[in-house]
């Protein structure tokens, strides 16, 4: 299984900034997905990341918001942009695994904002 | 849309109790449906998947889910809980002919008493 890092593991950040959040994978992969888990909610994708084109967002997360970079096919950053308390969360990154419905998820990063 | 339903939030018991956790989905079509697990400060990590083929799917650590088509169901179940199954479920599932995009539900918090 592929092993994921990622930085800060979490972070207590003033309304209106941004977080940058980095995802590094100890092997090469083609997929990359960033997550978000609200108290009490499941996880909810924010978007794909394929090395060397633009991230595919879902409905309700927009490129202005979460900007996301796929620079190689070992590393990712997602950054929350503008922050109210309301994207306080978990922020997950995943890869895909052998199969290819399968996903290998980092540690999570603990964001609060107040 | 396809969602997931998890019935139980928190579910308690105590060792060699017996354990069913619920999953319902919804999406008529071809679905690979999964379990997640994360432990106590641990990474998601995935328990069993099934995509085709006999519906008893067997996972680690003792785990095993039945996918019921008709009910569109995929319960998780274990004959007898340890102390170290405390951790949280998530119940998961992809529709192959429409995306890639797996679906969560929103966790079963499971603690057992020694």
């Known amino acids: 299984s592929a092993v994921i890092s990622q930085k800060p593991s979490r972070d207590i950040c003033q309304r209106g900034t941004s977080l940058t959040i980095q995802c590094q994978v100890d092997?090469?992969?083609?997929?990359m997905f960033w997550y978000r888990q609200q108290p009490g909610q499941s996880l909810t994708l924010i978007a794909t990341?394929?090395?060397?084109?633009?991230?595919?967002?879902e409905s309700g997360f927009v490129i202005d918001k979460f900007p996301i970079s796929r620079p190689n096919l070992t590393f990712s950053t997602l950054t929350v942009s503008n922050m109210s308390p309301e994207d306080s969360s978990i922020y997950l990154c995943?890869?895909?695994?052998?199969?290819?419905?399968?996903?290998?998820f980092g540690p999570g990063t603990r964001l609060t904002v107040t | 849309a396809q969602s997931v339903s998890q019935h139980n939030h928190h579910v308690i018991l105590s060792e060699a109790a017996s354990l069913e956790l619920g999953c319902n989905y919804s999406?008529?079509?071809?679905?690979?449906l999964f379990w997640y697990v994360q432990y106590p400060g641990q990474h998601l990590q995935l328990l069993l998947k099934?995509?085709?083929?006999?519906?008893l799917v067997k996972g680690i650590k003792g785990f095993e889910a039945e996918f019921i088509k008709s009910k569109f169901s995929f319960n998780l179940r274990k004959p007898s809980v340890q102390w170290s199954d405390t951790a949280e479920y998530f119940c998961?599932?992809?529709?192959?002919?429409?995306?890639?995009?797996?679906?969560f539900g929103k966790g079963t918090r499971l603690h057992i008493l020694p």
């Open positions: 995943s890869v895909e695994g052998r199969g290819r419905y399968e996903q290998y």
């Open positions: 092997s090469q992969v083609t997929m």
């Open positions: 990341a394929n090395q060397g084109s633009e991230a595919t967002y």
């Open positions: 999406y008529g079509g071809t679905v690979n």
């Open positions: 099934y995509f085709s083929g006999d519906p």
């Open positions: 998961a599932v992809n529709a192959p002919g429409r995306d890639d995009k797996i679906i």
